[in-house]
């Protein structure tokens, strides 16, 4: 059996095999089926289990797609279509949930349609509590694709899926990529892709504005229409991710793969990671971040508490036994030696049970544990922090973008955020007393001055709807896709 490879070791595994193998000219209805598959492989290779998420029963999945099946019935013309996540309501405005990619941006107006995916129960809150509400939840649209998929099954994607499977098995590591299961992924892709070609040709959107990498149904659907597919950054982003890692390999099969026609990314970080690869050229556009935004205002209002220092941690739902046992031994260092509060917030999709935490901090009076989903969110809780630390959490950035010093624990995939201490961004603690004591020197150079706009463009909004004009302006004009 192969050793598992860490997150980069990964990434250069699956750019040469995919290479090697030209696993890009394997196409279903014209379009490159590889990328279905690039996330799981890479997850095979680190011997990462993929974490359980909190998932709506079958007769409340049954009950929200029924209730869309009308809206469906009698699709309206809108200026954007929008796929979202139910985990995006992560913030409140004046008492309702907003979706943090895109709330702002649409408040007020009534030119869209929303389509929202529940990727968690604790997220999906009574409606009458959400600032913008979504049209439609994608328990309707699965309920079509899954009628389509018993109707239609075209001989192509079983040769393909055959093939495919055959390619990759050269490598005993992808054994659970089995032709049933390459076919049933590309089977659900075909479908998925026939029901949203059917709703954009009536909505008619002058774009789709996604929220993750892995909308590759409605991207085709949108390219073969004509439609830019606009994806917000959702998370850490960086030059080994699976879903963007392409190399010069990919560049002859670009138009026939689902992926955006821009990028709208958080900073120029961002940017330079992506672009180092020569693949995504000119559809990077670092534009910021709306609820980093909203926090740098807030913050100098009044948000940080007064009183003895606070230390937010947050997680990712993996190596949770040797995160919580690296928490304990720190909090025994910290005896007599230093005094502070800490949080710890839960991953809102990956860690939706406290229960493991409580039992192992329940005697700790200065430890509090707190779900995802919990109020203050977690943005508030990083503007009351003096620190931040987590594994290899996006939060790492969000705690950059807002000025809070913060590090990186030696756990499980923490190589792949490992560059931010070796670039000065961050610290490493490679050791609960090294924790300690990096908190208790109070560095000043933990968090580089420049680390703020670097990472988190200013001015989101003026600069999302700046990239939408130009977007609809080559729609006008009947433009290619830049």
């Not at 490879?5 to 090697?20: K, T």
């Amino acid at each position: 059996m192969s050793e598992s490879l860490n997150y980069v070791q990964a990434d250069e595994f699956i750019r040469a095999f995919e290479a090697e193998s030209d696993l890009l000219r394997y196409q279903v209805d014209g379009w490159c089926v590889w990328p279905l598959l690039r996330m799981s492989a890479s997850l095979m290779l680190q011997d990462e289990p993929v974490p359980g998420v909190s998932r709506l029963g079958r007769w409340q999945r049954l009950w929200l797609g029924l209730r869309g099946l009308p809206c469906l019935a009698f699709l309206p013309r809108k200026r954007w279509l929008i796929s979202t996540y139910s985990t995006a309501r992560a913030e409140k405005i004046n008492g309702r949930f907003v979706d943090v990619f895109f709330d702002e941006l649409l408040a007020g107006r009534s030119d869209y349609f929303k389509v929202e995916t529940i990727n968690n129960t604790r997220f999906h809150e009574s409606e009458r509590d959400y600032l913008v509400k979504s049209q439609m939840y994608m328990d309707t649209i699965s309920m079509i694709v899954g009628t389509v998929r018993m109707l239609h099954k075209p001989s192509e994607v079983a040769q393909t899926a055959a093939e495919l499977a055959a390619a990759l098995r050269r490598e005993p590591r992808f054994a659970e990529l089995t032709p049933a299961h390459v076919g049933k992924v590309l089977l659900w892709f075909y479908c998925s892709k026939q029901v949203w070609s059917w709703m954009l040709r009536r909505i008619q959107p002058k774009c789709v504005l996604r929220a993750d990498y892995a909308e590759y149904p409605l991207t085709a659907g949108a390219k073969e229409l004509g439609i830019e597919v606009i994806e917000f950054q959702h998370g850490v982003i960086d030059r080994f991710h699976p879903g963007y890692s392409w190399s010069s390999y990919a560049l002859s099969y670009k138009p026939k793969m689902p992926i955006p026609d821009r990028l709208l990314l958080y900073g120029p970080y961002f940017q330079e990671q992506l672009a180092a690869s020569g693949f995504w050229g000119d559809a990077l556009r670092p534009v910021g971040s709306l609820r980093i935004d909203r926090y740098r205002q807030l913050k100098p209002a009044g948000l940080m508490r007064e009183g003895i220092p606070a230390l937010l941690v947050t997680t990712q739902g993996l190596d949770r036994e040797r995160l919580i046992a690296f928490l304990l031994q720190f909090l025994e260092h910290c005896k007599n030696r230093l005094e502070l509060r800490v949080c710890i917030k839960l991953h809102p999709v990956y860690d939706p049970d406290k229960a493991p935490y409580i039992r192992a901090f329940g005697g700790h009076k200065n430890v509090n544990v707190l779900l995802g989903n919990e109020q203050p969110s977690t943005f508030e809780l990083l503007c009351e922090a003096r620190w931040h630390a987590s594994i290899y959490s996006s939060c790492h950035y969000d705690a950059l973008g807002l000025g809070v010093p913060t590090i990186i624990l030696p756990l499980a995939l923490h190589e792949s955020v490992k560059n931010l201490a070796d670039e000065g961004f961050a610290l490493l603690a490679r050791s609960p007393q090294e924790l300690r004591d990096s908190l208790l020197e109070q560095r000043p150079d933990a968090c580089r001055q420049d680390a703020s706009s670097h990472f988190y463009t200013p001015g989101a909004l003026n600069n999302i709807r700046r990239e939408l004009r130009l977007v609809e302006e080559c729609s006008v004009r009947g433009e290619a896709h830049s």
